[in-house]
């Protein structure tokens, strides 16, 4: 079965910096189009990112743009998330996100597998 694990969370200042991993299994990874979300407490989950199935193509929040970079590495089955210039509205649980068909779309509700979550934490 489809299997989507994150890696990479932590605990950061303001300022810096922190790089996310999602690795994939139970599925062909390279036809698949990718997506990082995140869910602070109290709020709805939102799109961070999204990328095409071949990497080609992005697409980010306008919150995120300019700091955050998403990619992959199709032979290694694994997303990225670069995240730099980290601020404290970027605490949250990033989970990333899998849809055979799907590409770029930063609503959750278009993509069928998810990941359980690392959590990030920018302190000010």
Same mark, same amino acid.
């Given at each position: &079965?489809?299997?989507?694990?994150? !890696? =990479?969370? =932590? #605990? ?17 990874? !390279? ?22 199935? =071949?990497? =080609?193509?992005?697409?980010?929040? *306008? !919150?995120? %743009?300019?700091?955050?970079?998403? !990619?992959? *590495?199709?032979? %290694?089955?694994?997303?990225?998330? &670069?995240?730099? #210039? ?14 055979? #068909? ?20 920018? #302190?000010?």
């Amino acid at each position: &079965q489809v299997q989507l694990v994150e !890696s =990479g969370g =932590g #605990s950061v200042q303001a300022g810096g910096s922190l790089r996310l991993s999602c690795a994939g299994s139970g599925y062909t990874y !390279s036809r698949y189009c990718m997506g990082w979300f995140r869910q602070a407490p109290g709020k709805e989950r939102e799109g961070v990112a999204g990328i095409h199935n =071949g990497g =080609g193509v992005t697409r980010y929040a *306008d !919150s995120v %743009k300019g700091r955050f970079t998403i !990619s992959r *590495d199709n032979a %290694k089955n694994t997303l990225f998330l &670069q995240m730099n #210039s980290l601020k404290p509205e970027d605490t949250a649980m990033y989970y990333c996100a899998a849809d055979p #068909s799907r590409c770029l779309s930063l609503t959750q509700y278009e993509y069928k597998y998810w990941g359980q979550g690392t959590q990030v934490t920018v #302190s000010s």
